[in-house]
């Protein structure tokens, strides 16, 4: 066995020897190492040097505070559009009139065709809930006259909430610049008018009549009818006369006497005060019926004028606006919602906490941060606060002019909006907020170091007495007071 140990050992004597410089080598290296240190892990070893500074340069430039918020990119204040089809008398057709996405709506336009009648758009913010007839009243009514008063019509004093003639004349001229016939009476009612003025014409007639007669009562005898009784009398006195002188018979003067004693007694009436209670009763009657049939005329009259149908009307709020979808259809029954229209301006809306809120103005200038990472500018148009308290404020702004392209691809998108709220004017000089420290005065200063800040041996500070101005995004503004400061001075923000 021992013979062929010795022939390996000869075969792999080069392998063997290799083994074993580095089997040497390997000891030599961990005496060595244990007993002689380089210079850098002596230095590692010996005591720790200085510490250095923890710097930051000072910067030169404009400086501002933003409020930061996410909004919703599109048309303002969409609203649904219904329409009341309850007074149609027949189906709710739409007959025609049937706007494009993107029309925009103005007063007097027509929004859509129901029934062969028209939707006529208006101003104001009161949704047409009921039917203006002549002697109704409330506020749909004063909308409706300044609606009127805005588009040139007279309806009346908007401050009188009474639907009255000058109302109801104006309906018929706000049909005719819609290009449509006002709304039509019923048979009815023109029947009721025609039986009316008949019934007044023969009051009318009768009460002549009563009149005459009363006036001729009241009057009593004429002098014609005088005269001739008188002449009864003397006629009946010469025959009595002549009958008495010729011997005539005792019962013919008898006669004679009678017939001169009734003539005398006519002739006494004619001379006493007329009753004309009678004939008066009669024409008080004949007035009395007279001013009904007048009323009666009135307020068939009345239910005649025109009137506004709530179906055939559309208020809407900042005019003009734009039809954002339609979903009525030419042929098909107009049921729920016709259309959504929304604000024609383009807007961003969304919200911040009242804290920011109140730190955003009116007019305000803002950044909109697009997809493609450009920006569009901005203007606030409102800040409006939340229903009660802790509720997050609503913010609108008006983007500036956006291309076709640009409309859509943004419209519906959220996008990042920032909001300067304050800023410095031009450039200033800024370090960051951790470099301030308070004096023994209570005074604000940095320190400013010299030499190789990460050299807590070598470098060294001095100290500059400073003025501090806005602070924004963990910055300040400052302004040396005592000593000198530039801009890339490293200021010291920790050590």
């Given at each position: 066995m021992v013979a062929p140990v010795r022939a390996i050992i000869r075969r792999n004597r080069p392998l063997w020897i290799v083994s074993a410089v580095a089997v040497a080598s390997l000891v030599t290296g961990l005496v060595v190492g244990r007993f002689v240190v380089s210079p850098t892990d002596a230095a590692a070893l010996g005591s720790p040097p200085a510490p250095g500074y923890v710097t930051a340069p000072v910067e030169y430039g404009p400086l501002s505070n933003e409020v930061t918020m996410r909004a919703?990119?599109?048309?303002?204040?969409?609203?649904?559009?219904?329409?009341?089809?309850?007074?149609?008398?027949?189906?709710?057709?739409?007959?025609?009139?049937?706007?494009?996405?993107?029309?925009?709506?103005?007063?007097?336009?027509?929004?859509?065709?129901?029934?062969?009648?028209?939707?006529?758009v208006l101003p104001g913010d009161l949704p047409a809930y009921r039917s203006l007839r002549f002697g109704v009243s409330?506020?749909?009514?004063?909308?409706?006259?300044?609606?009127?008063?805005?588009?040139?019509?007279?309806?009346?004093?908007?401050?009188?909430?009474?639907?009255?003639?000058?109302?109801?004349?104006?309906?018929?001229?706000?049909?005719?610049?819609?290009?449509?016939?006002?709304?039509?009476?019923?048979?009815?009612?023109?029947?009721?008018?025609?039986?009316s003025r008949s019934a007044v014409a023969s009051a009318e007639r009768a009460v002549a009549t009563a009149s005459s007669a009363y006036d001729k009562a009241r009057a009593g005898a004429t002098a014609a009818e005088k005269q001739e009784a008188d002449n009864a009398v003397a006629s009946a006195q010469r025959a009595l006369d002549a009958a008495v002188a010729s011997g005539e018979t005792e019962a013919r003067v008898a006669d004679l006497r009678d017939a001169l004693a009734l003539a005398k007694t006519k002739?006494?009436?004619?001379?006493?005060?007329?009753?004309?209670?009678?004939?008066?009763?009669?024409?008080?009657?004949?007035?009395?019926?007279?001013d009904q049939a007048r009323e009666d005329l009135a307020r068939a009259q009345e239910r005649a004028l025109p009137y506004l149908p709530a179906g055939e009307v559309l208020y809407l709020s900042a005019l003009p606006r734009r039809v954002d979808s339609v979903e009525?259809?030419?042929?098909?029954?107009?049921?729920?919602?016709?259309?959504?229209?929304?604000?024609?301006?383009?807007?961003?809306?969304?919200?911040?906490?009242?804290?920011?809120?109140?730190?955003?103005k009116k007019d305000g200038k803002a950044v909109v941060d697009l997809p493609d990472g450009s920006t569009l500018d901005a203007t606030v148009t409102s800040v409006t606060p939340g229903q009660k308290a802790g509720d997050r404020w609503t913010v609108t702004l008006a983007p500036a002019a956006v291309t076709d392209q640009q409309l859509t691809e943004l419209r519906g998108q959220n996008l990042r909006v920032r909001i300067p709220v304050a800023a410095t004017d031009g450039?200033?000089?800024?370090?960051?907020?951790?470099?301030?420290?308070?004096?023994?005065?209570?005074?604000?200063?940095?320190?400013?170091?010299?030499?190789?800040?990460?050299?807590?041996?070598?470098?060294?500070?001095?100290?500059?007495?400073?003025?501090?101005?806005?602070?924004?995004?963990?910055?300040?503004?400052?302004?040396?007071?005592?000593?000198?400061?530039?801009?890339?001075?490293?200021?010291?923000?920790?050590?």
């Open positions: 919703d990119f599109g048309y303002a204040d969409p609203v649904d559009v219904k329409i009341d089809t309850t007074d149609l008398p027949g189906q709710p057709i739409v007959t025609g009139r049937v706007p494009e996405v993107g029309t925009q709506l103005n007063p007097l336009s027509v929004a859509l065709e129901v029934a062969g009648r028209p939707v006529i409330g506020p749909d009514v004063s909308q409706f006259k300044s609606a009127m008063r805005s588009i040139g019509l007279d309806a009346g004093d908007p401050e009188n909430a009474v639907f009255d003639e000058q109302a109801a004349s104006a309906v018929k001229a706000l049909y005719a610049q819609a290009g449509y016939p006002a709304p039509a009476v019923s048979e009815d009612a023109e029947a009721a008018v025609r039986s002739r006494a009436q004619l001379d006493v005060a007329p009753d004309a209670s009678s004939a008066q009763t009669d024409l008080r009657s004949a007035q009395e019926q007279l009525a259809q030419r042929g098909a029954e107009l049921k729920g919602t016709a259309m959504t229209v929304s604000g024609a301006a383009l807007s961003l809306s969304g919200s911040v906490p009242e804290s920011d809120a109140r730190l955003v450039d200033v000089l800024h370090v960051p907020l951790a470099a301030l420290t308070a004096g023994p005065g209570g005074e604000d200063r940095v320190e400013v170091v010299t030499g190789d800040p990460r050299d807590g041996q070598s470098a060294s500070t001095r100290r500059v007495v400073v003025e501090t101005g806005l602070s924004a995004s963990g910055a300040v503004e400052v302004r040396p007071v005592d000593g000198e400061l530039s801009k890339g001075d490293l200021v010291v923000v920790g050590r």
